[in-house]
């Protein structure tokens, strides 16, 4: 199912006021969501060994967990209804956002090391070759090829 022409307008017109297509955004709320659940997963792990975390706050920890996973899982679907989507790459969009998003954190963490450097850039490329294959887009390297390649996609359904 594709983007009707109504939407697209709707959408053309809200989103176009930055350079940046929506789908990024969606892109990086996942991304914030995975990051959320590592960070919550980091209490819940660390239960046992650290006598200032309670039962509440591991409780606590599972109750996040379970719905950023369904917050996730709503901005994923939301994709799907509006872009034809290669379900064999439904799961792999989500763990390659996540492996790009701990690759950025481990960059940081580590005073820009050149080593994770390339880590992070090898983990950005197989983000965007898998959200590429997910669209059914040539395999591109960069966010703005593959926003370019939407946008005229989209403008080229409005026409017809």
Request: a negative charge; one cysteine or more; hydrophobic letters at 40%.
């Amino acid at each position: 199912m594709t983007m009707s022409n109504r939407n697209y307008l709707i959408h053309y017109t809200i989103m176009n006021q930055t350079s940046r297509h929506w789908l990024l955004d969606w892109v990086e709320f996942i991304w914030q969501q995975c990051a959320l659940v590592s960070h919550l997963q980091e209490i819940i792990d660390s239960y046992w060994e650290n006598e200032d975390i309670s039962i509440i706050d591991k409780e606590n920890a599972e109750y996040l967990i379970e719905q950023s996973n369904i917050s996730r899982r709503n901005i994923m679907e939301k994709i799907l209804l509006q872009f034809e989507w290669n379900k064999l790459y439904w799961c792999s969009v989500k763990h390659s956002i996540f492996a790009y998003e701990l690759a950025c954190e481990l960059l940081y963490a580590n005073k820009w090391d050149w080593i994770i450097e390339e880590i992070q850039r090898s983990a950005k490329n197989t983000m965007y070759s898998i959200l590429s294959k997910f669209l059914w887009k040539p395999v591109v390297l960069c966010w703005r090829c593959l926003n370019d390649m939407i946008e005229d996609e989209l403008q080229e359904n409005i026409l017809h």
